[in-house]
């Protein structure tokens, strides 16, 4: 499975790489435009991981440019079609995200990996 994951924390990114590595095929970025050019360029993924405040901030305003709500807004003007789970701590912005982005899976970062070694 072909997997993007916007995370800026290197201990997430580290989780992530443990749990979902092999046999998935990851892609992680800390940064909103790094993300979209993976989109459009090295796509299509299969599943996409959302954090919505990066750059080592929390409670971000969801306008502010390096947001996973920016690429949220991305993903659904570019019909992008993938799984999409939103992880963020940001209960505002991940609601953002999510009212764009009707279709996808709210949980919190630690219920993703009880999930997964269930799923195991």
């Given at each position: 499975m072909k997997i993007l994951i916007l995370e800026d924390s290197k201990e997430r990114r580290r989780i992530f790489h443990e749990m979902l590595s092999p046999p998935h095929n990851l892609s992680f970025f800390g940064h909103v435009e790094e993300a979209k050019t993976a989109l459009s360029t090295d796509g299509p993924f299969d599943l996409i991981f959302l954090d919505h405040d990066l750059d080592?901030?929390?409670f971000v305003d969801s306008e502010e440019e390096n947001t996973g709500y920016?690429?949220?807004k991305y993903i659904a003007?570019?019909?992008v079609r993938a799984k999409i789970v939103i992880h963020s701590m940001n209960p505002d912005g991940a609601e953002r995200m999510q009212q764009i982005l009707p279709g996808a899976q709210r949980i919190s970062f630690p219920e993703i990996f009880a999930q997964l070694k269930l799923s195991r």
């Open positions: 080592n901030r929390v920016q690429l949220a003007e570019n019909n």
